[in-house]
């Protein structure tokens, strides 16, 4: 594989994840440019990495030796810096939310069509070892035929870590957006896609208190729902609860169980890269019908942890959905955070949003195929 020529459109914290994973992991990447609307951020990050140009958003856009554009831009910029990447003729990868809507979503894909360019888009985490591994377990019928899927995000909020706060609270913003789709791209990769969706929203605060960043010791207005139950029922049948949540400190929910007519598949947290899958099987359970030895009776009481099948290249790590998009730019094909799951995914988020504003099931018009998984064993760019 080619090394490819990458520049970052916003110097901000995600930005020095990316820097330092693609040094770190993915050789085919290389970061020659940074660009930010405060070029003096974009300065700092690059004297910290060793990048070669330190940009404004025009001159990075302007420069022919950059291919592709990782835009970490806040989420309220997204689709119209996507869409001047795009105009540029740069192939783009987009962090998440990739749009607010559906409608704006289909505007920057189809422009990338016209353009003829290639788009990917975070969250990445299911190309990671820990979910291309539960992903393994499933597809060989560990636990038989799945059925239902808890997936618990529940976190209390951004305010004690990130330096700027506010927007979390704001439209288009909170859990569903900001958190939702780790969750959403880890169900659909691994069981296929979405058909209806019932959601209900909560709030448990009018105000949240910032602790860290410039406006340390201030309140802000919360104007968004910051917690989403719902129920998904998926095209395959199954039934999933999501719910998602920047109001609760702590919580005993699992993050991540699937059960299975053979079994349970139980899983860390579809927000890391890294984690490893447990197991219950159904003879556990049934054999002790026949069996009332101690060892029987251990064995019906606990989970039994798998082997990760894939490198774990470290569990947060960011760079491999933009590995996969450089990897489909050379080949000419289809990388795996592609077009169709970034419509189905934003679709979902909307949808939650509908549903819980009317009160009604919200009946999906996108579908998606499972993405490809990745061959066990290997880094993406040796598979
Ligand atoms: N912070 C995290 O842990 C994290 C994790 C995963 C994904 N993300 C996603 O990454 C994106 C960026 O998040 P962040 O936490 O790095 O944000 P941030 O606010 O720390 O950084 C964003 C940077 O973009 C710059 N910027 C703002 N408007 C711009 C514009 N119009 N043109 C060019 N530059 C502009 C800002 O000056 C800032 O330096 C978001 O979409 C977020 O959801 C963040």
Known sequence: MRIFKIGILGSGVISRTYLADIIAFYKNLEVIACADINVELSQKLASEFGIKKAYTTEELLNDDEVEIVINLTPPQFHVELSKQIITAGKHLFSEKPF??????????????????????????????????????????NLIGKPFFVTANMTTFGVETWHPNPGPFYTKNSGPLFDMAPYYLSAIVSLLGS????????????????????????????????????????????????????????????????????????????????????????????????????????????????????????????????????????????????????????????EGMMISSENGEFYKMKTTCERPEPLKAGGYMDEV
């Not at 749009?99 to 990671?128: I, Q």
């Not at 602790?211 to 998904?232: C, N, Q, R």
């Not at 920047?246 to 984690?275: A, Q, W």
């Not at 489909?328 to 979902?348: C, F």
């Open 194 to 349: 979405i058909e209806s969706i019932a959601a209900l929203d909560a709030k448990s605060s009018d105000t949240r208190h910032i602790y860290v960043g410039p406006e340390a010791g201030t309140d802000i207005e919360v104007k968004i729902p910051t917690h989403y139950s719902s129920i998904l029922r998926l095209k395959s049948g199954v039934v999933v609860n999501l719910n998602v949540s920047f109001d609760i400190y702590r919580s005993n929910l699992p993050m991540f169980e699937i059960y299975g007519d053979g079994g349970t598949l139980t899983y860390p947290d579809p927000n890391f890269g890294g984690g490893t899958p447990s197991v219950y099987r159904k003879e556990q359970y049934t054999d002790t019908v026949y069996q009332k030895t101690d060892e029987a009776m251990a064995r019906k009481n606990r989970f039994y942890e798998l082997p990760e099948l894939y490198p774990r290249v470290k569990d947060y790590s960011r760079g491999l959905g933009v590995l996969d998009l450089a990897k489909a730019i050379e080949a000419n094909s289809n990388n795996r955070a592609n077009g169709s799951l970034i419509m189905h995914i934003t679709e979902a988020i």
């Open 99 to 140: 749009a607010p809507n559906l409608k704006d979503a289909k505007e920057v894909l189809d422009l990338a069509d016209a353009k003829g360019v290639k788009v990917g888009c975070a969250p990445d985490t299911f190309l990671a070892s820990g979910l291309q591994s539960l992903r393994y377990y499933l597809d060989a």
